[in-house]
């Protein structure tokens, strides 16, 4: 898996890239099929936003959350990431367990 943290006005600490790591090593144990991930975290005023891509096989998963906090805010989009990649990946077990039923 190939991770990728850019930041947008905003300084990325040594803290701030394992914190970020970490949530996405969560996301990413639900589905083994991750190639790679984006996340760019940047900061308008005092609104800290989180966005992240995630590249699986055949499809771009795409969240983003913000908060006024940089850390509630990278949480907020990790959950968001996870209830996406188990729903796809709901999908495409159903969608491979079909094929089998129907070649029956």
């Known amino acids: 898996m190939n991770l990728n943290i850019t930041g947008h006005h905003v300084e990325l600490t040594p803290a701030?890239?394992?914190y970020a790591t970490?949530?996405?090593e969560r996301v990413i144990r639900h589905f083994d099929?991750?190639?790679?991930?984006?996340?760019i975290l940047s900061v308008d005023k005092l609104v800290q936003?989180?966005?992240v891509t995630?590249?699986?096989k055949g499809k771009?998963?795409?969240?983003?959350a913000t908060d006024a906090n940089l850390y509630a805010s990278i949480d907020l989009v990790a959950d968001k990431l996870d209830r996406q990649v188990v729903k796809h990946k709901e999908?495409?077990?159903d969608h491979?367990?079909?094929k089998r039923v129907a070649a029956e």
Do not use: G, Q, Y
């Open 16 to 18: 701030i890239r394992e």
């Open 60 to 64: 771009d998963i795409f969240a983003d």
């Open 96 to 98: 491979t367990h079909d």
């Open 54 to 56: 995630l590249h699986v």
């Open 91 to 93: 999908r495409v077990s």
């Open 22 to 24: 970490n949530k996405l």
């Open 33 to 39: 099929h991750v190639t790679s991930v984006h996340v």
């Open 49 to 51: 936003k989180a966005e």
